[in-house]
Every structure is written in structure tokens, then in C-alpha cells.
């Protein structure tokens, strides 16, 4: 927890890893979790391949962090490749190495599964895959949510009432996509507040530290870009070093302005790079 400096109250603060393509790159994200050291998140969140792939390394790296790191893992798990019959056995598995908490995730179509595949999945949405979750028992769930809706949704409105069913089911905490502008944040608190959601909100926020992470990052979550970021992104085209001290800089006044409206939890979006969590950490202690 870190204390909000305008506040005075205590908020959760996490971060996201990713498990490497490679399984011979899993020592390097090791030493990037032991570069964390000392950083105390209440959380370090597991990214889980799309439609199940990788799986495995998903629950390695959670139960390296739970156990060895001594920090709360919090694995992914998407409904998209997920069966009835297997369900149980990775919660099983999960259970074992100690790992409690789960972020609960439909997931999108992988590359290589069929219309006919993703159509015919077991567990739809979410919800469905948060109903087994909570019916097997024993862990703390997790669910993302979008500031500027789902990509799938046609509005708003829809958006919020099936987040709202989704949250009524059991969800302890919501994990925002990410997003660059704080208004878009702002105008989703106030949506969730008139629907009566009162799930505790971990605030995404991606630190843009490369000029071409921002496409990258757009294109996956369709987030909006305000010029004040994309001006960035033309001014350092040639200077990387630049960039990334900007990028940084943009992410602290992103939390500072958010810690002045009172938010529950930062949650970065690190990228595996543990300097650069380290510094936004430092910067908005
Ligand atoms: P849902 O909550 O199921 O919603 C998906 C869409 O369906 C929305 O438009 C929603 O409004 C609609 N909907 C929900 N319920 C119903 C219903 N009953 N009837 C009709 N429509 C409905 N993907 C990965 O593969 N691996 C990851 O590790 C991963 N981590 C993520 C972490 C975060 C914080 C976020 C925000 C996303 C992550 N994703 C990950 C991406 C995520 O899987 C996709 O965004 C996916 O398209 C939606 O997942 P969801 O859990 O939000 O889906």
C-alpha cells in the first residue's frame, strides 16, 4: 500500500509482468522481478497467452512471485480456450502453488482458432469463467473493465450494464484497461458510480517510454491519444533517451493528477522493465 499524498489515505499499488515467448528468456524475467526488490506492490499481475497458450508459464511465473518474491501473484486466466473439464484442474494447480488471486478474462480469438472454434467456446464471457472461478472457491477475483468501452460493445450503456452483472457475481477488484487521458477515467467513475458499481478500481496506466510502444499499445487496446502525448512521440523521434524521461514524466502526472481525485490503485502496465517502474514509484511516493 503507499499513502496518497494528497489524501492521506492508503492505496493499492501493482504492476503487470509477461511471460517470455522463449522458455529459456524465463531467467531474464526472474532477475526482472528480483530488480523489484524492495518496491513492495500489493500486487505483480501475470499476463496469460492468448486463448490458454502458455499457460503453464503463466502459473510458473505467478508462483515464483508468490512464493519467492514474497509478493501477492495475481494470474491471469481467459475463458477462450478454457473447458469445464479442465477448469478445475488449473485451479487446482494454481492452489498448490499458493497462488489466490485470479484476474478473470474472456481473452479475443488467437490467430490460430477457427471462427467456428471461438463461436463454440465453453465459457462465453467473463462471467462465465468468474461462475466457475467462484464456484470451485478460494480465490480473490479479478476483472478488467474500459474506461472507453470494449471494442465489442456498441455503448456505453451496454458496456457498463454487463460490467455490472459481471461485478454482481463476485469480483473483489476491477483492473482498467489502459488509457492516456484522465478525463476518459473520470467520466467511466462517474458511469460506474450512477449504475451502483462499487468494485474497487485499479487504474491502468501504460508508461510510453519507446516512439513505437504507442501504435503497439493503440492498435491492442484502442485507447484515444491526447496531443499533448502524441506531440511527445513526434518530438523524440530521434532522441530515446528523451523518450523515455517523457514517457516517464507523462505516466507520474498521469497518477499525480488521478492521486488528487482520490483512485483506490495504480496498476502499471511495466512491461518487464523494472527501472521504469522503479522510477514512477519513486516519483509519486
Ligand atoms: P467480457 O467481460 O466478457 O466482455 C467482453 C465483451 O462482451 C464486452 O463488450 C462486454 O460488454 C460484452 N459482454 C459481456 N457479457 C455479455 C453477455 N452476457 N452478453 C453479451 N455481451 C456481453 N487477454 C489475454 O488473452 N490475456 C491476458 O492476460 C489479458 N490481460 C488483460 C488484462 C487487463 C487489465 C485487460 C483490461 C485486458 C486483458 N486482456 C487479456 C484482454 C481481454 O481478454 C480482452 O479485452 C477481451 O476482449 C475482453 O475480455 P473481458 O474479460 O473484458 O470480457
Known amino acids: 500500500m503507499i499513502r496518497n499524498r494528497y489524501t492521506g489515505e492508503m492505496l493499492e499499488f501493482s504492476c503487470e509482468v ?168 473520470y467520466d467511466f467513475m462517474d458511469r460506474l458510480d450512477k449504475a451502483g458499481v462499487k468494485t474497487p478500481v485499479h487504474a491502468g496506466i501504460m508508461p510510453i517510454t519507446k516512439v513505437n510502444q504507442l501504435g503497439t499499445s493503440v492498435s491492442l487496446s484502442g485507447s484515444s491519444v491526447p496531443t499533448e502525448l502524441s506531440n511527445l512521440i513526434a518530438r523524440y523521434a530521434e532522441d530515446p533517451e528523451g523518450m523515455r524521461k517523457a514517457g516517464i514524466e507523462y505516466a507520474v502526472n498521469q497518477i499525480d493528477d488521478l492521486l488528487r481525485h482520490g483512485i483506490s490503485g495504480i496498476h502499471i502496465y511495466s512491461m518487464n522493465k523494472a527501472d521504469i517502474t522503479k522510477e514512477i514509484y519513486a516519483a509519486i511516493l
Open 18 to 185: 509477461f511471460p517470455p515467448k522463449r522458455d529459456d528468456d524465463m531467467y531474464e524475467i526472474f532477475q526482472t522481478l528480483d530488480q523489484l526488490e524492495g518496491l513492495t506492490p500489493d500486487f505483480i499481475s501475470v499476463t496469460y497467452g492468448a486463448g490458454g497458450s502458455n499457460s503453464k508459464k503463466t502459473a510458473k511465473l505467478s508462483a515464483y512471485i508468490q512464493n519467492l518474491c514474497d509478493v501477492e501473484a495475481l494470474a491471469h486466466m481467459t475463458a477462450v480456450g478454457m473447458t469445464k473439464e479442465a477448469l478445475p484442474e488449473r485451479l487446482a494447480e494454481l492452489q498448490k502453488k499458493g497462488i489466490r488471486r485470479i484476474l478473470a478474462l474472456r481473452g479475443d480469438k488467437p490467430k490460430l482458432m477457427t471462427e467456428e472454434e471461438f463461436e463454440n467456446r465453453e465459457f462465453r464471457y467473463a462471467a462465465d469463467l468468474i461462475r466457475g472461478i467462484r464456484d470451485f472457491g478460494g480465490f480473490k477475483i479479478a476483472a478488467a473493465c474500459y474506461p472507453e468501452k470494449h471494442p465489442d460493445s456498441a455503448d456505453y450503456e451496454t458496456d457498463i450494464r454487463y460490467l455490472k452483472e459481471k461485478c454482481e457475481l463476485g469480483v473483489d477488484e476491477l483492473i482498467t484497461q489502459m488509457f492516456f487521458d484522465n478525463t476518459k477515467f
